[in-house]
């Protein structure tokens, strides 16, 4: 589609405003915030608020559904189908689910259509298949006794989402657990909640019974907390922040010691070696990875690790990458770099540049603001060199377009930065040597080692991360751990 023709559907837009709880558009208690698209600064729309009496209203329904509703005792492959149906039904709403994305989130519409809705339907559809090939174990016993241990449906899933996938993330967590048999309830991000309010009535619409999937927007403060206190929750998947991610570790010790698993921060190394089979493609890459997204990645390549030889030159083909990308309105299919999710988002992005200065990185291009006219959010790609390995740019997560380059004279002291973070979602490698390949992604402490590209993969691997990144996995047979218990039955003969 032309821009001319996202403009115009943007024009009759008319999202979904309301929860979605037992299967019934609820407004709650009257309550209301406004979603400001960051490409203009407008606001899109006002959505429902939900306080604690919304989450327990949801709660309450998936708890319903899940101790006397038909999804946890229907056969899997039944709820396989469904979950089948949900993913085509996605693809039908391909255009207006990326259209959502793109105005709440700021990202381009390009990439909501063809990477976060491929992603997602890819999600549902993976899911489905996979939800009747669930297997229990026969473990060998003495011959006077039978020993038999099933899988079952942990019961009520808590999921919170962040606003830079927001569909994608979604659906790594609803899809295993509905295809485990599980409830949810999804507490979208306030900055990105109506595709998820979208995606909710799309899932009634596939035959996901009243109460499975329950949809309440709302801030963390209040419509998070409430999700994480209450005791009628079995399980709380999030994805955000490390120091949000803390906070829900305490909630569970503070109500019934609920199952929480984390997807947290990240401040990726991306160490490129004098060896690597294609300098040009690696420095290509390494500027895809920081300014996809805007950086509004957890996984974003944010710390550019070269060796001193190839240091310049590396840098420079990064710096003219950066300079040709196109910002602009994120409705145009031609904009290759859209806007940060907001202003106050904006806002924290610049501090860390100013921080950056004033702790000696040399700015080599970007960091300023852009498009100021426009209303929206916008910010030059940024890269810094000469950064310090103690200093904020090197340590902290910018979570916006902005690259810090680090030399090294040597494996080991690559290594060494790589891993010197508090830090240990993804990393990547560029080498043509298959010995130093493997020794150096068993040394890196990264859930994902990317070797000669990065962000590839598909669902058939897990994700996540180590130390402050979080714990368990997304995507994978691995995630359907999260949302089952192990039941042991041993029988007598």
């Known amino acids: 589609m032309t821009h001319e023709d996202w403009l115009h559907r943007a024009e009759t837009l008319r999202p979904v405003t309301t929860h979605l709880i037992d299967g019934a558009d609820e407004a709650g208690g009257g309550a209301a915030f406004a979603v400001v698209s960051p490409r203009d600064g407008r606001v899109l729309a006002e959505v429902a608020d939900a306080g604690a009496a919304e989450v327990d209203a949801a709660v309450a329904a998936a708890r319903r559904a899940f101790d006397h509703g038909p999804w946890p005792r229907l056969a899997p492959a039944e709820r396989g189908r469904v979950l089948l149906r949900l993913a085509d039904l996605l693809e039908q709403h391909r255009a207006e689910l990326a259209l959502t994305v793109s105005l709440e989130m700021g990202k381009p519409v390009t990439d909501a259509h063809d990477i976060e809705l491929r992603a ?13 090939k669930l297997t229990g174990e026969a473990p060998h ?6 020993a038999l241990v099933t899988r079952e449906p942990a019961g009520v899933v808590g999921a919170v989402v962040p606003w830079n996938f927001p569909l994608t993330l979604a659906g790594w967590k609803i899809a295993p657990a509905l295809a485990a048999g599980c409830t949810v309830v999804l507490k979208p991000s306030e900055h990105s909640p109506l595709s998820a309010l979208r995606l909710g009535r799309i899932g009634l619409e596939a035959g996901l019974p009243p109460g499975v999937l329950n949809i309440v927007a709302g801030d963390g403060p209040v419509a998070g907390r409430a999700l994480g206190l209450h005791p009628d929750v079995d399980v709380l998947a999030f994805t955000g922040s490390t120091a949000v991610g803390r906070q829900f570790l305490h909630y569970a010790a503070d109500s019934n010691l609920k199952r929480v698993w984390l997807e947290l921060g990240g401040k990726s190394p991306n160490i490129i070696l ?13 500027a895809w990875g920081i300014f996809f ?20 030159q590396v840098t420079e ?49 970007g960091g300023a603001r ?16 000469q950064v310090a390995p103690d200093s904020r740019l090197a340590r902290e997560e910018v ?12 494996l080991d002291e690559a290594v060494a930065l790589a891993n010197a973070t508090e830090y240990g979602l993804a990393a990547g490698l560029w080498t043509s040597d298959l010995s130093t390949a493997h020794l150096v992604a068993r040394t890196l402490r990264a859930g994902t080692v990317w070797v000669n590209c990065y962000e590839e993969g598909d669902l058939s691997v897990p994700f996540g991360g180590m130390k402050q990144s979080g714990n368990g996995r997304d995507k994978s047979a691995h995630a359907l751990e999260k949302y089952t218990e192990l039941k042991t039955t041993w029988i007598q003969l």
């Not at 997602?120 to 939800?131: C, D, K, M, P």
């Not at 016993?141 to 039978?146: F, M, N, Q, R």
């Not at 852009?370 to 959010?377: A, E, H, K, L, N």
Request: net charge negative; charged share 20%.
């Open 317 to 365: 083909a990064v710096v003219a990458r950066a300079r040709a990308l196109r910002i602009g309105d994120p409705l145009d299919p031609a904009t290759e770099l859209g806007a940060l999710v907001g202003e106050s988002h904006l806002g924290r992005v610049l501090g860390h540049v100013g921080t950056a200065l004033a702790d000696g990185a040399r700015l080599r291009t």
């Open 399 to 410: 979570f916006g377009p902005v690259l810090a380059v680090q030399a090294f004279d040597d």
């Open 293 to 312: 997204n805007q950086g509004e990645m957890c996984t974003a390549p944010s710390r550019l690790l070269v060796h001193r030889s190839i240091a310049e």
């Open 120 to 132: 997602v339907i890819n999600t549902f559809r993976w899911y489905g298949g996979l939800a009747d």
């Open 141 to 146: 016993t003495a011959p006077d006794a039978l």
């Open 370 to 385: 852009f498009g100021v006219d426009t209303g929206g959010s916008y910010l030059e790609p940024t890269v810094f060199d």
């Open 274 to 286: 004098p060896d690597a089979p294609d300098l040009d493609r690696a420095a290509a890459t390494a």
